[in-house]
């Protein structure tokens, strides 16, 4: 980033924690803040509503940010980490996409990205992960597997297992997993997984481990979502629990994520199977598995120990892997 982005991106963010209380904050006081014009301050008001971000000004009163924002902050993120291993936090306003990012490194090991909003947020298959400012979490972390691909196997299913972990924490009940990579309460999708690696498929590679957790979604962003979702804030308050904030959520999600990925080389999903069993969304149901034009049914039996889907079928027990697989309930007519 040259000198003069990170002086914007510098400006961005001290408006934006000046704005975070949801209260009114004059010109005058925004102008003295950066040290600048009131047409200056002008001018980086509009790159917040670029951003999505909703301005309410009146005259008189200034500028506010109708019920405020829960901004991400590194020192307080970096506080709640209990882990030892020296990981790298990188943290930006906005980014095409944390994954992106981090496969843009020769090598992400230890590092992680997270982003307030993403303009290139992406999901399995190609699908836009909507990525509205400062309302839910999109976190990546790199790491190095000297086993290649097959010390892999069963990593997208083991990383679902660390978001309910997580959630879990602080109480939060009924969630279940959907394979390979999403988690759902009620039938409705809370998280999902993104993984991608480069490097030596039979040797050392780097993998880039992207999770999205929707935790206060807005009726506006959420439109153009094409599935039933759901997020943390309705969860919360359907169960009768307190607000957990980002920092909150971000911090124990990549102690949680550290702990898992810091012995999976050795472990492999095996250790996971029977947990990840315990929140199948679809065990012992009816189902349709897709990958391509191959369309097979049968009862989800779960998976085995290296995280494949295994299907009762016409034919008996059938395995499958990971891949263009989408996985849907089939609903007694």
Not at 41 to 62: A, D, Y
Not at 139 to 148: K, T, V
């Amino acid at each position: 980033m040259s000198e003069a982005n990170t002086l914007e991106a510098g400006s961005l963010r001290q408006i934006l924690v000046l704005l975070a209380d949801g209260e009114f904050h004059s010109g005058e006081e925004l102008g003295l803040l950066l040290g600048v014009s009131r047409a200056a301050v002008w001018k980086h008001l509009q790159k917040l509503e670029g951003l999505g971000i909703k301005l309410l000004s009146i005259k008189g009163r200034g500028y506010c940010i109708d019920g405020g924002l829960d901004l991400l902050d590194l020192e307080k993120i970096g506080a709640q980490i209990h882990s030892s291993l020296p990981i790298k936090l990188n943290l930006f306003p906005q980014i095409d996409s944390t994954n992106a990012y981090l496969m843009r490194h020769a090598d992400p090991a230890l590092q992680v990205c997270l982003a307030e909003s993403q303009s290139a947020g992406r999901g399995r298959r190609g699908r836009v992960w909507v990525s509205p400012f400062a309302q839910n979490i999109y976190c990546s972390i790199g790491w190095g597997f000297e086993g290649g691909v097959a010390a892999l196997e069963g990593l997208s299913l083991a990383v679902g297992l660390v978001i309910v972990r997580t959630l879990q924490r602080y109480g939060v009940a009924g969630l279940q997993l959907k394979w390979p990579n999403d988690v759902l309460y009620q039938d409705h999708k809370l998280a999902g997984v993104l993984i991608e690696m480069t490097g030596d498929p039979a040797g050392y590679c780097q993998v880039v481990i992207g999770v999205g957790i929707n935790v206060a979604m807005d009726d506006d962003s959420a439109h153009v979502i094409t599935q039933s979702w759901i997020d943390l804030r309705t969860i919360v308050e359907q169960q009768g629990l307190p607000c957990v904030s980002r920092n909150q959520l971000v911090a124990a999600l990549i102690d949680e994520l550290l702990l898992v990925l810091n012995g999976y080389e050795q472990t492999g999903f095996a250790d996971y199977c029977v947990e990840w069993q315990s929140f199948n969304a679809h065990a012992g149901q009816m189902v349709e598995l897709r990958n391509g034009n191959n369309v097979c049914n049968g009862i989800c039996v779960g998976v085995n120990e290296v995280g494949a889907l295994v299907l009762e079928t016409a034919i008996g027990r059938e395995i499958f892997h990971g891949g263009e697989i989408s996985l849907r309930r089939v609903y007694d007519s």
